[in-house]
């Protein structure tokens, strides 16, 4: 894997995220529904593949059961 000084926003946003939802024990199938999104967007995210929206980023807080910010945090610029 690359070192945290090459990761993209994306690569790191999708870490953030995997890590979230691997901590409340979801599958990405569960995750997806939850948060009215597709499995296989999910893993893109979690893969940095895509560039995810504003709208999709409060789905996914939605559904994770934390604010916003959470996905965020600790995430460089």
């Not at 690569?11 to 296989?40: C, P, Y």
């Not at 999910?42 to 807080?61: K, W, Y």
Request: charged share 25%; glycine share 8%.
């Amino acid at each position: 894997m690359n070192d945290a000084h090459t990761l993209t926003i994306t690569q790191v946003f999708g870490i953030k995220l995997k890590t979230l939802r691997k901590s409340r024990g979801l599958s990405q199938q569960e995750l997806a529904k939850l948060a009215n999104l597709d499995r296989s967007y999910i893993g893109g995210v979690e893969r940095g593949d895509r560039n995810i929206s504003l709208v999709n980023i409060s789905n996914l807080a939605k559904a994770l059961n934390i604010n916003i910010d959470e996905l965020f945090k600790d995430i460089y610029g």
